[in-house]
């Protein structure tokens, strides 16, 4: 059922004490530390049962730990953000619960995800290889081909 913005009340004396804390529930920190895919699937969830003073969530991101320079990925009400075109560095993630107005509640622990790729030079030695393989196989197979049909002709 949507309820139209509008139609809401909300408490102007909403305090930070208010409203839950919030944790990362996905990934794993575990996985994060490995990302080689450039995109990660955070989904957080209050870590209290009452969930209805949490109207909205804010997801932050940093290149440090200390959150200096942090950039908001997704203010809102879903407990999910799917980020994709990460680069090949560290990023640190921390989300909050907020009621759309002043009050927010405390931040979560930061999130760690270490984003690493393949070197371009490892990329190339490898399309290298490949092409060196596929012209060993083309010319097996044409020298094959031509060997067949030569000595088919000779017999004949």
């Known amino acids: 059922m949507l309820i139209p913005l509008n139609t809401l009340s909300f408490a102007q004396d909403a305090s930070a004490a208010d409203l839950p804390s919030v944790s990362f529930t996905a990934p794993d920190p575990e996985s994060a530390l490995n ?84 070197s371009r030079s490892r990329v190339h030695s490898f399309m290298w290889v490949g092409a060196i393989c596929l012209i060993a196989t083309i010319t097996i197979i044409v020298g094959g081909s031509l060997r067949t049909r030569n000595s088919q002709q000779t017999t004949s």
């Open 35 to 118: 990302n080689t895919t450039g995109h990660i699937d955070l989904v957080w969830a209050p870590q209290t049962e009452d969930v209805e003073k949490a109207l909205q969530y804010e997801l932050i991101s940093a290149e440090t730990a200390t959150f200096e320079d942090s950039l908001t990925h997704y203010a809102g009400h879903d407990t999910r953000s799917f980020l994709s075109g990460l680069e090949g560095r560290t990023y640190f993630f921390k989300v909050r619960a907020t009621d759309g107005a002043n009050a927010t509640g405390p931040w979560s622990e930061p999130l760690k995800v270490e984003v690493q790729y393949v």
